[in-house]
């Protein structure tokens, strides 16, 4: 969990020079390990495949190759989600990485494309407007008025390439797409074929072919995959990070980079009133304090990691720009306030159990407490 | 071939199935002529038990002292435990079966030290010399495990017994199994377990190749190959742990392997050298050594003894799992199970049966499903390198497949299937358990006989015995054995009375026997049931009622998990009414706490967190309610009321104090207009009666929810809420301002809207005293003052009171004044108007009183004391 990408990553075309280009590829990032890899993997790979499952793992976790070669972990959580992960493709079932926002999920779907097929780029961007064309195939319309209907008028969406060469597709944000868009994987993942009506013609996939989608699991206004669909993918939930520390130190690491990009003051002093926000955010979502002695309800927003960090971003705004410069509870509690009040009734409940509850008698909150008040009241 | 030189030495793991299946393989094939067990001799005479047709595993046997029956010892068995095995083969076969341990009068008297290691025995234990002894140790295992690779064997083990205090004995011990495991690379010792013997079983019979690491013969393991090929790997294996670690630093060991030694002597003098020893895998290099028979004995001389009894109990799963007391050390017992009985293709038949389980409980699971979680199963195993999806792979690919990624049919499966719910039973046969024996003593010691008659028993708890009794009958009810029932206490309400219907019919015995899986004492095993029944518990008020009996059957111990499993219902329950409806019962419990000396401070906490709770969450709750909601709520609030005041009594007043908060609660309910009338009138009236509002206030508001805009319904809910009851009547005859108000609004009410209201007033009033209603039928005929104008004046006129009928009426004021002398100890002659007067208003018991209310307290008991 140490990389937190909440971001999409664009699809572009991969010819780019790697190091000319903002982002690189996952794939040309790390080409040296994966090359490593390659070389001291003697173990059996799937066709097409260009590591064996145990290396795709390795490159994701970390390690040392016998041969000395660090590989840097990619992704720091529970092996045993990669293990399932990892696994899942390499028996050709389609792979869905649900979670919240923030945990990881684009990032580690690219990894594992970069790691299985070597491209992470055969990917599809899930909006509400993603038409039908971007899943199956489109028409290039010069061509079709020009020639008919053929082979050559017909553009390739990155999922029939992926059949076609045996690689790994990627979908990002499964569940924004429409839900009749959506089915159109239906039979892409279970007969493996494409049909191409127009031609009388169709698009087998070849060994190597899988597919990885992302979702997100608490947000409201998607569409749900249908059963059909849903049976069709093992799913695996990649976790909200595991201890305080870790958390603590995303969010203040990314709130420094954020902050920089915003021209704010770096918060040296605010790192309590960041554990403050995190140790709120968690409490609330686990439903149980920190010593783990009280359970709490919870509230029904996600109050991810990336929400902490909006709402210590905030802060710091607020401490900047109207007050004295330093990171106070009261510059975090108006934040606080918004991400876990999201449904008026039933989360100020949880909100003011929490506070009166908890809050109120722990030591070294009282200004917090006070805080919270004025905010809420 | 019961014709070997050698004893038969098959070294153990307890309750491992793949040991259990490589046992029976053996005396299959060697028929030996005894079976020697390790376990308490003095449980020799009921093996024979084990054949009976009653007797269902799990089970234990069970060693206590008669004499003290916190002194006990268990040793379960599980149908999948190679010692079970054993027995039932040599009861079937006609063998004789002998337990060679310690005897259980020796290891019950050393106990408090460390004792039990009964079974443990398998966990040899290095002690803590040392780190050097240990690496060495591994190099050696490496060779012998994994060399030997993973022997197919059985063994290691763990240790089998439960030990009585399994705590203490767990610092210095290592596991023979981790060392091994470690040694051949695995971090869990579990899992190489798993993956050297239990798998490689299943591995041999089905799949050809999965354990391909065993060279006793992987396909052929249990038929072709000698069966005992895989004692003799893991005996070596011991072997050389126990050169490294010696004893293990348990000196027990020593002793109980020199009693196993002389066991097995006798053994072959009765029987010849053809007899099979079924132990932990870790004693077993002890018991090939050879001894002289005189330094065996030398170690035994001098052991300190007790008399103790055996018995075989009931035993559970659950219990078999090292999360609860005294676990033996599976934490799967039910996977474990299913192991053993499956006859082949495990993971796919554990697959259907957790699909079944899904389906049960509404997972849409198809076989689909189940040959993706199969297929997912065996492709991990491979790629982490084991010989067979084991557990870990088969959760992994449940949670991927089935679950959808959710954790919930996980836990439910752990629950259900890996953990399992099989409870053992013993035969009536049966020796009596200690539970029934301290049941006994305690009805004997506190002269309550048990007798089939129903009678009547009343308890003053101040005494001694009667304390004890109620303690007593109190336990024996949480335990399901209900000799006594509580019978509604007749005269006296005082706490510390009780009153008791005894009847002790036959099946309680019965029950009494039952209830022996859960401890050797009447308060062990009501303290064990309580915690379980708390977790098991599903709603709010069934916690908090539990806690209740747990202070009166005096169980201290039992409530910190009631009280743990209480504030985890509490801050989960969104429901204010469960929380409010659980308030009082919680309240009543620190009171009684209090009456009995219990300690109920931590009771306190929970309950004033309660309260917070309830707080928070009812005025939200209170809102947009219908007739039936609003007429719920109005319990709670009258509820929540009285256990304030219970609660808080102590502080009473305390600014911040919990009645200080309820009363602003109060306040923003009687103030809000979106709650119904009935509450808001309620909430207006407790305040009132607590003095915490003025009667100026009271009528501010009563105006306000009587005022015209207001739909008469409303309104007359408000009249109800805040005038119901019996109190309420007197409320409006002493206060008639406030009656005022009430008439002036029903003569407002439209002819229309009247019977509509009817009902809700009739229902208000009907509640009053015949005599309350009487005196307001007269104040309202005789007719308040502004209102209907039919009102006849009688007596003299005086200035009316605003609000009130003209006139006092002085010839029936004049009536009470000799007795009114009387009682407050005037002189004679002391009367007149103005003195009058003053007594009347002060008696407020005359039926023109002129009761204004200046001192607002409270009417009710102002008329009590007149009356």
């Known amino acids: 969990m140490s990389e937190n990408h909440t971001g999409d990553s664009v699809g572009g075309t991969g010819a780019d020079d790697s190091a000319q280009v903002l982002r690189p590829h996952a794939e040309d990032a790390f080409a040296q390990e994966l090359k490593a890899l390659a070389a001291a993997d003697d173990r059996p790979r799937p066709e097409r495949w260009r590591l064996s499952p145990w290396a795709v793992a390795t490159y994701l976790l970390g390690g040392t190759l016998p041969d000395g070669t660090l590989i840097t972990p990619k992704y720091v959580g529970p092996r045993r989600i990669v293990e399932v992960a990892?696994?899942?493709?390499?028996?050709?079932?389609?792979?869905?990485?649900?979670?919240?926002?923030?945990?990881?999920?684009?990032?580690?779907?690219?990894?594992?494309?970069?790691?299985?097929?070597?491209?992470?780029?055969?990917?599809?961007?899930?909006?509400?407007?993603?038409?039908?064309?971007?899943?199956?195939?489109?028409?290039?319309?010069?061509?079709?008025?020009?020639?008919?209907?053929?082979?050559?008028?017909?553009?390739?969406?990155?999922?029939?390439?992926?059949?076609?060469?045996?690689?790994?597709?990627?979908?990002?944000?499964?569940?924004?797409?429409?839900?009749?868009?959506?089915?159109?994987?239906?039979t892409v993942l279970s007969e493996k074929t494409l049909p191409i009506p127009e031609l009388g013609q169709e698009v087998q996939a070849v060994r190597g072919f899988n597919l990885i989608a992302t979702a997100n699991d608490r947000d409201r206004?998607?569409?749900?995959?249908?059963?059909?669909?849903?049976?069709?993918?093992?799913?695996?939930?990649?976790?909200?990070?595991?201890?305080?520390?870790?958390?603590?130190?995303?969010?203040?690491?990314?709130?420094?980079?954020?902050?920089?990009?915003?021209?704010?003051?770096?918060?040296?002093?605010?790192?309590?009133?960041?554990?403050?926000?995190?140790?709120?955010?968690?409490?609330?979502?686990?439903?149980v304090t920190t010593d783990g002695r009280t359970k709490l309800k919870s509230p029904s927003g996600t109050l991810s990691t990336a929400e902490a960090i909006s709402v210590v971003t905030n802060g710091l705004a607020l401490a900047t720009h109207f007050g004295d410069g330093v990171l106070r509870s009261g510059d975090v509690a108006a934040g606080i306030l918004g991400a876990v009040i999201r449904d008026p009734a039933a989360d100020r409940v949880v909100w003011q159990e929490y506070l009166e509850t908890v809050v109120r008698e722990r030591d070294g909150w009282k200004d917090f407490y006070r805080a919270c008040r004025e905010a809420g009241a | 071939?019961?014709?070997?030189?050698?004893?038969?030495?098959?070294?153990?793991?307890?309750?491992?199935?793949?040991?259990?299946?490589?046992?029976?393989?053996?005396?299959?094939?060697?028929?030996?002529?005894?079976?020697?067990?390790?376990?308490?001799?003095?449980?020799?005479?009921?093996?024979?038990?084990?054949?009976?047709?009653?007797?269902?595993?799990?089970?234990?046997?069970?060693?206590?002292?008669?004499?003290?029956?916190?002194?006990?010892?268990?040793?379960?068995?599980?149908?999948?435990?190679?010692e079970w095995v054993a027995m039932r083969w040599a009861l079937a076969h006609d063998v004789p079966v002998r337990f060679i341990d310690l005897p259980a009068a020796h290891s019950l008297a050393l106990g408090e030290g460390e004792g039990e290691d009964e079974g443990n025995g398998g966990e040899g234990a290095a002690g803590a010399d040392g780190r050097d002894a240990a690496s060495r140790a591994r190099e050696e295992a490496a060779e012998a495990a994994a060399d030997r690779t993973a022997a197919p064997d059985p063994d290691p083990h763990r240790d089998p017994d439960p030990a009585p205090t399994p705590d203490r004995t767990a610092e210095a011990r290592i596991d023979p199994v981790a060392v091994l495991a470690e040694a051949a690379g695995y971090d869990d010792p579990e899992r190489w377990w798993e993956d050297v013997i239990e798998h490689r079983a299943h591995g041999d019979r089905q799949r050809s190749g999965s354990g391909g690491e065993n060279e006793s013969g992987s396909g052929s393991g249990l038929r072709g190959a000698d069966p005992l090929a895989p004692f003799e790997a893991l005996a070596e294996a011991m072997t050389a742990l126990r050169e490294a670690y010696g004893v293990g630093g348990h000196d027990r060991d020593l002793v109980r392997e020199a009693h196993?030694?002389?066991?097995?002597?006798?053994?072959?003098?009765?029987?010849?050298?053809?007899?099979?020893?079924?132990?932990?895998?870790?004693?077993?290099?002890?018991?090939?050594?050879?001894?002289?028979?005189?330094?065996?004995?030398?170690?035994?001389?001098?052991?300190?003894?007790?008399?103790?009894?055996?018995?075989?109990?009931?035993?559970?799963?659950?219990?078999?799992s090292r999360h609860s007391g005294y676990g033996a050390g599976i934490s799967s017992p039910g996977w474990y199970g299913h192991l053993f009985g499956a006859p082949d293709r495990p993971i796919e038949r554990w697959m259907t049966k957790v699909a079944g389980l899904l389906r049960e409980e509404d997972y849409a699971v198809s076989s689909a499903h189940v040959i993706e979680a199969v297929r997912l199963?065996?492709?991990?195993?491979?790629?982490?390198?084991?010989?067979?999806?084991?557990?870990?792979?088969?959760?992994?690919?449940?949670?991927?497949?089935?679950?959808?990624?959710?954790?919930?049919?996980?836990?439910?499966?752990?629950?259900?299937?890996?953990?399992?719910?099989?409870?053992?039973?013993?035969?009536?046969?049966?020796?009596?358990?200690?539970?029934?024996?301290?049941?006994?003593?305690?009805?004997?010691?506190?002269?309550?006989?048990?007798?089939?008659?129903?009678?009547?028993?009343?308890?003053?708890?101040?005494?001694?015995?009667?304390?004890?009794?109620?303690?007593?009958?109190?336990?024996?009810?949480?335990?399901?054995?209900?000799?006594?029932?509580?019978?509604?206490?007749?005269?006296?309400?005082?706490?510390?009375?009780?009153?008791?219907?005894?009847?002790?019919?036959?099946?309680?015995?019965?029950?009494?026997?039952?209830?022996?899986?859960?401890?050797?004492?009447?308060?062990?095993?009501?303290?064990?049931?309580?915690?379980?029944?708390?977790?098991?518990?599903?709603?709010?008020?069934?916690?908090?009622?539990?806690?209740?009996?747990?202070?009166?059957?005096?169980?201290?111990?039992?409530?910190?998990?009631?009280?743990?499993?209480?504030?985890?219902?509490?801050?989960?329950?969104?429901?204010?009414?469960?929380?409010?409806?659980?308030?009082?019962?919680?309240?009543?419990?620190?009171?009684?706490?209090?009456?009995?000396?219990?300690?109920?401070?931590?009771?306190?906490?929970?309950?004033?967190?309660?309260?917070?709770?309830?707080?928070?969450?009812?005025?939200?709750?209170?809102?947009?309610?219908?007739?039936?909601?609003?007429?719920?709520?109005?319990?709670?609030?009258?509820?929540?009321?009285?256990?304030?005041?219970?609660?808080?009594?102590g502080s009473a007043g305390r600014p911040g104090g919990l009645r200080e908060r309820w009363a602003g609660v109060l306040r923003k309910l009687a103030e809000r207009e979106t709650v119904p009338g009935l509450l808001r009138g309620r909430a207006v009236r407790l305040l009132l009666d607590d003095g915490r509002l003025t009667p100026e206030d009271a009528e501010r508001l009563m105006g306000l929810a009587l005022s015209a805009g207001t739909p008469p319904a409303e309104a007359a809910g408000w009249i109800e809420g805040f005038a119901g009851g019996d109190a309420g009547g007197l409320l409006l005859v002493h206060d008639e301002r406030l009656l005022a108000l009430v008439d002036g609004w029903l003569a407002d009410v439209p002819a229309d809207a009247f019977t509509d209201v009817l009902p809700l007033l009739r229902r208000t009033f009907a509640e009053y005293d015949a005599g309350v209603r009487r005196s307001l039928g007269e104040l309202v005929r005789r007719g308040p003052a502004g209102a209907t104008g039919t009102a006849t004046a009688r007596g003299d006129q005086e200035a009316a009171i605003p609000g009130f009928g003209p006139g006092l009426d002085r010839d029936r004021a004049a009536a009470v004044l000799p007795t009114l002398r009387l009682l407050l100890g005037l002189p004679e002659g002391m009367d007149g108007a103005r003195d009058m007067n003053r007594a009347g208003g002060g008696a407020g018991a005359a039926g023109s009183g002129n009761g204004n209310g200046t001192d607002g307290g409270r009417p009710g008991e102002r008329t009590g004391v007149a009356g």
């Open chain 1, 86 to 186: 990892v696994t899942t493709l390499a028996t050709d079932r389609a792979l869905l990485l649900l979670g919240v926002p923030g945990t990881a999920k684009t990032w580690v779907s690219e990894h594992l494309a970069a790691a299985v097929s070597g491209d992470s780029t055969l990917l599809v961007q899930g909006t509400a407007g993603t038409p039908e064309e971007a899943i199956r195939y489109g028409w290039n319309y010069a061509q079709l008025l020009a020639h008919g209907p053929s082979r050559d008028a017909l553009v390739p969406s990155p999922v029939m390439r992926a059949m076609a060469q045996g690689m790994t597709a990627r979908v990002e944000e499964l569940t924004r797409i429409p839900a009749d868009v959506q089915d159109t994987l239906i």
């Open chain 1, 221 to 287: 206004g998607v569409n749900e995959l249908s059963s059909a669909l849903r049976r069709r993918f093992n799913t695996v939930v990649l976790p909200l990070p595991a201890t305080p520390e870790e958390e603590v130190d995303i969010v203040s690491r990314r709130v420094e980079q954020i902050g920089r990009s915003l021209d704010l003051p770096p918060a040296p002093a605010g790192t309590d009133e960041i554990r403050r926000v995190v140790t709120v955010f968690r409490e609330l979502r686990d439903g």
């Open chain 2, 1 to 82: 071939m019961t014709g070997r030189e050698q004893p038969l030495l098959l070294g153990v793991r307890h309750h491992g199935p793949g040991s259990a299946r490589a046992v029976r393989a053996v005396l299959e094939r060697y028929e030996p002529a005894a079976v020697l067990i390790e376990g308490p001799p003095e449980a020799d005479a009921l093996v024979a038990l084990a054949a009976d047709e009653a007797m269902r595993p799990p089970v234990a046997l069970l060693a206590h002292v008669p004499a003290d029956p916190g002194r006990a010892a268990f040793w379960p068995l599980a149908e999948f435990s190679p």
């Open chain 2, 260 to 320: 196993m030694r002389l066991r097995l002597r006798d053994a072959r003098r009765e029987f010849g050298d053809g007899v099979a020893v079924v132990c932990g895998a870790w004693h077993v290099p002890a018991l090939a050594r050879r001894t002289t028979v005189t330094a065996d004995r030398q170690l035994l001389k001098g052991l300190p003894k007790v008399k103790p009894e055996v018995t075989w109990v009931p035993w559970t799963h659950r219990r078999l």
């Open chain 2, 377 to 649: 199963a065996d492709a991990l195993a491979v790629m982490r390198g084991r010989p067979l999806a084991g557990l870990a792979e088969a959760g992994d690919a449940v949670r991927a497949v089935l679950g959808e990624g959710s954790d919930a049919p996980s836990a439910l499966i752990h629950d259900r299937l890996v953990v399992g719910d099989v409870l053992g039973e013993v035969p009536e046969s049966a020796p009596a358990v200690p539970l029934q024996r301290d049941i006994t003593r305690s009805q004997r010691s506190l002269r309550l006989k048990p007798e089939a008659a129903e009678r009547e028993l009343d308890l003053d708890l101040r005494k001694e015995t009667d304390a004890g009794r109620s303690r007593l009958l109190h336990r024996l009810r949480l335990l399901g054995v209900p000799w006594g029932e509580p019978a509604r206490t007749r005269a006296s309400t005082g706490t510390f009375r009780e009153s008791w219907r005894l009847r002790w019919e036959p099946e309680l015995s019965v029950r009494a026997a039952e209830a022996g899986i859960w401890g050797t004492t009447v308060e062990a095993a009501a303290t064990a049931k309580a915690e379980s029944d708390a977790v098991g518990t599903s709603t709010l008020a069934d916690v908090t009622g539990l806690a209740e009996r747990c202070l009166l059957a005096a169980l201290p111990d039992a409530l910190p998990v009631v009280m743990r499993v209480l504030t985890d219902r509490a801050a989960l329950d969104a429901d204010v009414g469960h929380l409010a409806q659980a308030l009082p019962a919680l309240v009543r419990s620190v009171r009684y706490g209090d009456v009995r000396g219990t300690d109920a401070a931590a009771l306190g906490e929970v309950a004033t967190g309660l309260a917070e709770r309830v707080f928070v969450g009812l005025p939200p709750a209170c809102t947009g309610l219908d007739a039936d909601g609003a007429a719920d709520m109005r319990n709670h609030l009258d509820a929540t009321h009285h256990a304030v005041g219970l609660l808080d009594e």
